[in-house]
């Protein structure tokens, strides 16, 4: 695909145009390439110059939700392939994943959500603004082998470490690794609310999710029978 379509993606998000967006998405479809080399080559990069621009105060609110739209109008195109690709793979693990309390940014999430599905996962998304409790009754629910914690403010950050202290208070700590990730998060604060790993980006959460699930299995070999 060529640089000239990537770039028209970025700034399909940059403008927030979801009809453009979604057209360029169908289009690289039909041509073969790989939903997500469209993802991070042409949409995420858009989502990233959005963030600077509103930094800097030449974009605003309304402007970021337009983009917003058109990311996730791309994402719905691409989604179905992404998906296809995973169901085709013997299952690697359970997920349970979700935006923080007090946090609506999704876009990352589901990135990351899609990107572990194509891998394999099995991924139960709670959305946004999600409590502590919520994430380890769906845990227990569903058997997870991992919850992964999403959060993009740096006040809902510190409902990570939240997240992990409901899943203590419910007894499954032991049972169930946590990854987080989102923009202001990094692997210090990963280690300092006892989380198991940090992802900087969708790709990498799926290469640490791989990673957390072979800890569990070493673990579940080295218990006592
Ligand atoms: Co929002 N927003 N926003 N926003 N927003 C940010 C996050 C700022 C950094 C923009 C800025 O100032 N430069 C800023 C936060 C500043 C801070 O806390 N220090 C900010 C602000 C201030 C706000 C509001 C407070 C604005 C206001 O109302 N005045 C408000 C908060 C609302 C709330 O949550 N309570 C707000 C609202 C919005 C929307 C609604 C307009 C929109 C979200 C729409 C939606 O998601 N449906 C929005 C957006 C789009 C952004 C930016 C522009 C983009 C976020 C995004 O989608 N990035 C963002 C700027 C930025 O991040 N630089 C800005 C693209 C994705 C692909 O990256 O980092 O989310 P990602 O996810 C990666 C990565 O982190 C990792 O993998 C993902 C995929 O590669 N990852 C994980 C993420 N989660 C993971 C979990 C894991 O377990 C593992 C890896």
Redesign the pocket.
Known sequence: MSENTYSAMRQSIIDGAPEAAADLAQAALAQGVPPLDAINNGY?PG??D???Q??LGQMF?PD??A???A??TAMAVLEPELTRLGTERPMAGIVV?G?TK???????????GT?LTANGFRVHDLG??VPGEKFAAKAKEVGADIV?????????MRNQRGVIESLEKAGLRSQVKV???????TRAWAQEIGADG????????VG?ARELMQQKAQGAAQEPA
Not at 102 to 110: A, F, P, Q, S, T
């Open positions: 995420v989502m990233h959005v963030g600077e509103f930094a609110l970021m939700m983009s917003a739209e990311m996730r994943l935006t007090g946090d609506i940014h999704e876009i990352g999430k589901i990135l990351v990107l946004v603004d992964g914690v999403s959060a993009l403010l740096t006040t809902t990854m987080v990730g989102g923009a202001p998060v940090y992802a900087k980006d969708a790709m990498s959460a640490l």
